[in-house]
């Protein structure tokens, strides 16, 4: 269960649906994961559709095979959404 983190949430969505990328980082097991969860759950419950959500873990052994960035571009675009907003929301732990 993700602890509800409104005030964190409340700072990002002022920047939500706008032209440019949203860097979170912070520190290794700092809830960086848990507070993209939040974001998502936030889209959803404000109308979203799923299908306007990519969600990219590289930890997970499912996006094994992208390696290259012509990979991981071949992957985002086939998920973009035709017609609406996409929002993607990459996960990779640093090394």
């Not at 269960?1 to 949203?22: A, G, S």
């Not at 860097?23 to 960086?32: A, E, H, P």
């Not at 499912?62 to 996409?86: F, G």
Request: net charge positive; hydrophobic share 40%; charged share 25%.
């Amino acid at each position: 269960m993700l602890i509800k983190r409104n005030n964190i949430i409340e700072n990002i969505l002022p920047f939500v649906d706008r032209p440019l990328i949203k860097v979170l980082n912070g520190l290794r097991r700092s809830g960086k994961s848990s507070i993209l969860e939040l974001l998502k759950e936030n889209l959803l419950s404000s109308g979203k559709s799923p299908d306007q959500i990519v969600s990219i873990n590289f930890e997970s052994m499912q996006y094994s095979d992208v390696v290259t960035a012509k990979d991981l571009y071949d992957l985002v675009v086939t998920r973009i959404h035709p017609t609406k907003s996409t929002y993607l929301f990459w996960m990779k732990c640093r090394k």
